[in-house]
């Protein structure tokens, strides 16, 4: 029997779940649940249903997939959906994880269920990387390093200037930062050092160039740390040239072993994504598969990518994985 | 309490358990078993004894990590330890890996002891991204590359031929084979589109160079499907310019996702290692750690890095992980 999925949210990441279960012949999708207006959601073929039926769906889904934002939405869904349902997803506001890993730890214990948190690329696939490579060389220093990629936040911080009709923003690795951890050197870095950010504005028809890159470029937080390069562009070299959501980056580990450390081992992962919230949602979708099976184990409460079986992730068997895989 | 360690087999390998053993606080070595004579053995200061003694040490050891070969040593010694000890081995024949797991698993079952196998890099840490990496995209293609580095089967291979004295050889990767599998095009690629070689050779004095290299480049399995570079050196350059056992590879999957494919997606992760013996024994500590721990649940049987909940391999708390890493 297929496992069935349902989706919580239907933005882009929802509609990138909806998608990747397409491609697991083992998933079936039961139906995607809103806030809004069912018949006016558009979906790639899923039913849709009002948030309020998914309590009576309970003994039709097997695993659900919550595609809600982490400011406000997960913080409230995934603790009360975790009462109902096994669950994923893919909270990624850092600080406020343990909190969040608690508060989903207790509901989904009291009712027996299975929820994964924290599940994506940073937090997720980024982290087992950092994970793997600090146990395995113990002494030694951690990178991570972003993009180039489309940053939202600092996309709409831009848009809030006054005289801005929209933007885009790319933050970029530096090829030389890069280039020295590669090599083992284990240099310090500041952040300007690390990344520059990119900024493609389209400013309303008369507006002051210069003090929107002003205000820009010293923006505190987001742009004043870093070397910000702003273009200005119009609208259609906007919606041409930048709408996808690519996104990636670099987590790298450089440690030394040996009687005196004389040897340097430097591992690599990284991430080329032409669609970062479909490949975000590739990742739940397989950590859905995980989440159903520990709890056909009998097992309950919140779990991370660090508790996971890498085998629960894949459809094939503990023999199929051995023979192919290893 | 310490985790104790003991190590059996004291070449590269067992080498490189002693000082990765240091490198992590919570462990410690009890002691290192040694077919040959003990008092010959000049450790970094680790206690030796003789491998007939091991038995009588059951409980003042908690993981016995194995270093032996694959081809004779451990298809009889994983199995036969795992009768005594929780155990950790680097079996890399990968044909023979699935006969090798039923023996050392029915052994390890019937002890109560836990057996971890094809611990390294690969097999091990490349397999596990390549199973991370095909859960995450089911739409793609996997490659490996391995190198820069020194193939030790090669390596004895071109020792063999009448007329070498010492030999060294290289497997290296194609760049341009690598940057069209990063680009996300998919390519099929030959055996010799993948990997060049490179050997440096120590030739008696008056041997004949060309058919020596005539018989290196056209050796069949180990060279005549690649192209092959010779180079004649002096002992002295050998030993000065290629005594270190150095290297690596690439473990790279592109797919696709979207309504008809339309996003590329590459995931990359490599290694560059100065010591390939040390790296793998840093793996196999953080394994034994694994292995100490799931024998502390109660679990038994062979497993292998698929079957791992990551946590297990690092020496910090859940807590602790998901505050600092995830």
Request: net charge negative; proline share 5%; aromatic share 8%.
């Amino acid at each position: 029997m297929n496992i069935r999925i349902g989706i919580l949210g239907y933005g882009n990441l929802g509609r990138g779940v909806e998608l990747a279960i397409r491609q697991n012949p083992d998933m079936e999708l039961a139906g995607v649940f809103t806030r809004r207006d069912p018949s006016s959601l558009k979906t790639a073929g899923a039913p849709v249903y009002h948030i309020d039926s998914a309590s009576s769906m309970k003994d039709s889904i097997d695993v659900m997939v919550l595609c809600g934002g982490s400011a406000t939405d997960l913080p409230v869904q995934t603790p009360e959906f975790a009462r109902l349902f096994n669950v994923v997803d893919s909270f990624d506001t850092h600080a406020n994880i343990p909190q969040h890993f608690a508060a989903v730890d207790s509901a989904a214990k009291a009712a027996g269920k299975v929820a994964i948190i924290s599940v994506g690329w940073d937090p997720g696939l980024f982290s087992v990387s950092r994970l793997y490579a600090g146990a395995v060389l113990p002494q030694g220093s951690d990178y991570t390093f972003w993009g180039k990629g489309v940053s939202q936040g600092h996309s709409d911080a831009i848009r809030r200037i006054e005289g801005v009709l929209d933007a885009r923003q790319y933050t970029i690795p530096v090829p030389s930062a890069l280039e020295a951890v590669r090599s083992g050197s284990s240099p310090e870095l500041t952040t300007r050092q690390k990344h520059t950010r990119e900024c493609f504005v389209v400013a309303e028809e008369g507006a002051d160039l210069a003090r929107i890159e002003h205000e820009i470029v010293s923006m505190p937080n987001y742009f004043a740390d870093y070397d910000t390069t702003v273009h200005f562009i119009s609208m259609e070299e906007l919606q041409r040239d930048h709408s996808g959501i690519p996104h990636g980056g670099f987590v790298i580990r450089s440690g030394r072993t040996g009687l005196e450390g004389e040897h340097s081992h430097v591992i690599e992962y990284s991430l080329k994504l032409d669609s970062n919230p479909e490949f975000t949602a590739s990742v739940l979708v397989a950590f859905a598969r995980a989440a159903y099976r520990l709890s056909l184990e009998g097992q309950s409460g919140c779990k991370t990518i660090f508790d996971i079986p890498p085998a629960l992730l894949s459809p094939e068997s503990g023999e199929e994985l051995r023979r192919k895989l290893l």
